[in-house]
């Protein structure tokens, strides 16, 4: 499972798109990344996946340059609630259910 | 999305006894579920990797004797950590992933343990 480095905390107001980068140098081919989010006391929570180039749902996008080496989560407008902690990670969800190992993630501060 | 459940969402158990936590996948089959360990202000560990019909595996440091783990059916997984001590209070976690028709682990709301 190919390893995640992410800024340990950033803080952000209210309002502002925030971007949150994370690098995987030795992602494998068959490899997705995924961002979670978690609350203080709950589980993390699926914000989006990709394999290359861009992504976007309703809440974030993800870009992902052609080198595969990086990836950065951005969210466009963040309000207070979206202080959380986000976790990247990388993995092969056809080997055996998609095992997850945990970096550190970024700890998101939004302020008013 | 897919919805995990888990259960309790909080329990406080006196030391030496032993506690079971349940993880259900609602809507889908999980052939495999993971369960995880998280301090305060830690990231999550990975503990164990629970597969349907036949043994967990334990991640190293994990003792499988303290925390056993049984996945009967496709549905439900459960975490029993055997004589509680102090030092195992935390929030554990799981997740399930099913293999192809998913690429993501769906993750349970976590269940608080204290031990007194």
């Known amino acids: 499972l190919a390893k995640t480095t992410q800024p340990i905390s950033m803080d952000s107001y209210e309002g502002q798109e925030v971007n949150i980068t994370c690098s995987h140098n030795?992602?494998?081919?068959?490899?997705?990344i995924t961002w979670y989010q978690q609350f203080p006391s709950q589980g993390p929570r699926f914000i989006i996946q990709g394999y290359k180039t861009k992504v976007t749902n309703e809440v974030a996008s993800l870009f992902i340059p052609a080198d595969r080496k990086s990836s950065t989560l951005s969210l466009p407008r963040v309000s207070l609630s979206d202080t959380a902690v986000y976790y990247c990670l990388v993995g092969d969800p056809n080997t055996g259910g998609f095992k997850t190992i945990f970096g550190a993630g970024t700890r998101l501060f939004v302020k008013a | 999305g897919a919805v995990v459940s888990q259960h309790p969402s909080r329990v406080i158990c006196k030391s030496g006894t032993s506690v079971k936590i349940e993880c259900r996948s609602l809507d889908f089959q999980a052939t495999t579920m993971f369960w995880y360990r998280q301090f305060p202000k830690q990231s999550l560990m990975l503990m164990a990797t629970s597969n349907e019909g036949s043994k967990a595996t334990y991640e190293q440091g994990v003792e499988k004797d303290k925390f056993l783990i049984n996945h009967a059916s496709l549905t439900l997984s459960t975490l029993t950590v055997t004589s509680a001590h102090p030092e195992d209070s935390s929030f554990y976690i799981c997740s399930a992933g099913s293999r192809g028709a998913r690429t993501e682990a769906f993750f349970g709301q976590g269940t608080r343990l204290t031990v007194v």
């Open positions: 030795n992602i494998a081919t068959n490899d997705y």
